[in-house]
């Protein structure tokens, strides 16, 4: 059976920068693509971006440029996602979310399928 | 970047009967040369992640019951649930593939009447 399991909830200062990991079980984790998701509160889904251990390739939104960095493990099946210079509308769950069919085409990420397996959630929050 | 509007933001749906959602994008997400609608639905319940309920605009997740259906071509794609059981009071977001940044619709809020 192939889950997702992540790290838990931080409270984070201003400022600050906050590291979220991802472990995939049941899976090959190299096969796949893997997409950051998060969610304010009270709100609606917001894509921040994607990553293909395979290729290494990351594909964030021009939000999060500079502000987020990937790094995995393969040996544990990990991704992690920092996200640094904290707002406080960064206070948000976030998710991890694979990708079980997608193709490289041109050094530029094609996903061919919805996100079929998420994480259970970890929640952020920003507090002075 | 592709905008996905959803309507109603929320709707009421007695036990049984059917609900409708509505998702219209701001360009074409369907990929000619497959052809698919690069179009995916999810259902979220309140803490909980969302759970895949359709891909490629009409293909049913395994597992989905099959009172789930999607339609649409294009710009213009919907979810309807043919008989609305309480289990799936949840909110229900449409979300594009066809190119990066991946963008979600707002949210349909669906509960019981």
């Known amino acids: 059976q192939v889950q997702l399991v992540q790290s838990g909830a931080e409270v984070k200062q201003p400022g600050s920068s906050v590291k979220v990991s991802c472990t995939a079980s049941g899976v090959t984790f190299s096969s796949y693509a893997f997409n950051w998701v998060r969610q304010a509160p009270g709100q609606g889904l917001e894509w921040m971006g994607g990553y293909i251990p395979m290729y290494g390739m990351i594909d964030f939104t021009e939000k999060f440029q500079g502000r987020v960095t990937i790094t995995t493990d393969e040996t544990t099946s990990t991704a992690h996602m920092e996200l640094s210079s904290l707002r406080y509308e960064d206070t948000a769950v976030y998710y991890c979310?694979?990708?079980?069919?997608?193709?490289?085409?041109?050094?530029?990420?094609?996903?061919?399928?919805?996100?079929?397996?998420w994480g259970q959630g970890t929640t952020v929050t920003v507090s002075s | 970047d592709i905008v996905l509007t959803q309507s109603p933001d929320s709707l009421a749906v007695s036990l049984g009967e059917r609900a409708t959602i509505n998702c219209k994008s701001s360009?074409?997400?369907?990929?000619?040369?497959?052809?698919?609608?690069?179009l995916a639905w999810y259902q979220q319940k309140p803490g909980q992640p969302p759970k895949l309920l359709i891909y490629w605009a009409s293909t049913r997740q395994s597992g989905v019951p099959d009172r789930f259906t999607g339609s649409g071509s294009g710009t213009d794609f919907t979810l309807t649930i043919s008989s609305l059981q309480a289990e799936d009071v949840a909110v229900y977001y449409c979300?594009?593939?066809?190119?990066?940044?991946?963008?979600f619709g707002g949210g349909t809020k669906v509960e019981i009447k």
């Open positions: 979310a694979r990708v079980p069919q997608y193709y490289n085409a041109e050094n530029k990420i094609h996903f061919m399928y919805g996100m079929d397996v």
């Open positions: 979300q594009q593939y066809y190119a990066t940044p991946l963008t």
């Open positions: 360009q074409s997400v369907l990929f000619t040369s497959n052809p698919k609608n690069f």
